[in-house]
């Protein structure tokens, strides 16, 4: 079973609008971290937002929100005001903290959402 | 801009080759990750060295191997390579060994011919 499922391969969002790239993710474990990163067409990984398993707020950085629930296993990736440079593609990662079959904190990604921005 | 450098940002080569590909940490981070992506396999864990030995392993193939050095910085070494190799390669760092961002270089992107 896959670890971290983005059932949206793509999606298209007005310019100015908000938009919610969806993530679930499975793990037995009970301390484990959450993770968006976002690859432009240029290629380089960019480190957005964090959500521990503990965090009971959601977590919050400029015009990137993560709608965190737990019990649903899903971690939602939320962007205001929509801008053309947000256009890229934005993946889902976790990060099993318990050490079970010999992880030292490695990230595990989700096959990724394409976001194209309309004007 | 992460901090993180890697070099050379492409790389050309031929099947049968071998590469090596290097990879300096932000400045004070003592954990290294070494990750591959692939248009058929994604994002990949292969390899992560804390402070200069090795912590884990994901799904490198033996024909690759990895070393951090004494300065923090770390090279992945690729020997007989085939097509499906081919791939961007990426290094990233953090502080601690566990529960701690990683944040990424600007990535290797590798071509065998």
């Known amino acids: 079973a896959q670890k971290i499922t983005q059932t949206q391969p793509g999606m298209f969002v007005q310019e100015k609008e908000a938009v919610t790239l969806d993530c679930t993710y499975d793990t037995s474990d009970q301390s484990y971290g959450l993770f968006w990163y976002k690859q432009p067409s240029s290629g380089e990984m960019i480190f957005l937002i964090y959500?521990?398993?503990?965090?009971?707020q959601n977590a919050t950085e400029g015009r990137y929100s993560l709608n965190f629930q737990k019990a649903r296993k899903s971690a939602n990736l939320v962007i205001s005001a929509s801008q053309l440079g947000d256009s890229a593609m934005y993946f889902c990662?976790?990060?099993?903290?318990?050490?079970?079959?010999?992880?030292?904190?490695?990230?595990?990604f989700g096959k990724g959402t394409k976001l194209s921005v309309k004007p | 801009d992460s901090g993180v450098t890697q070099t050379p940002k492409h790389l050309i080569t031929a099947t049968g080759q071998r590469v090596t590909l290097r990879c300096s940490p932000r400045s004070g981070d003592l954990s290294v990750y070494w990750y591959q992506q692939s248009l058929d396999q994604g994002l990949q864990f292969l390899i992560q060295y804390y402070n200069g030995e090795e912590r884990a392993k994901g799904n490198i193939l033996e024909r690759f191997s990895a070393q951090q050095f004494p300065d923090l910085h770390s090279e992945l070494n690729l020997s007989s390579l085939e097509l499906g190799d081919s791939a961007l390669y990426f290094c990233a760092s953090s502080v601690h060994l566990v529960a701690d961002t990683q944040y990424f270089g600007p990535g290797t992107r590798l071509t065998v011919l």
């Open positions: 990662a976790m990060r099993e903290d318990m050490n079970y079959g010999g992880s030292q904190g490695n990230l595990i």
């Open positions: 959500q521990g398993s503990y965090d009971e």
